[in-house]
């Protein structure tokens, strides 16, 4: 997967969470991290990378459920 996608997932992981403070405090990283790796000036590390598409996976389960029930 590219960069540039990994980028967008981890943002859209801050959107949900409710900002990039409350994603830094969820994945347990500095913001200064954080910064990093939403800029693009250092690499998203694989894990990282998944818990944010857990973030996002769980929101979208979430939306269905509500849809459904």
Known sequence: MDAGTRRK???KAAEIS???QALRRRLHVSAALL????SGA??????VFLKAVDIVEEKAVDSLKKDVG
Do not use: E, F, I, Y
């Not at 910064?35 to 939403?38: D, I, K, M, R």
């Not at 250092?42 to 894990?47: H, I």
């Open 9 to 11: 997932t981890l943002a």
């Open 18 to 20: 409710g900002g990039t």
């Open 35 to 38: 910064t990093l790796w939403l």
């Open 42 to 47: 250092q690499p998203l590390p694989t894990d």
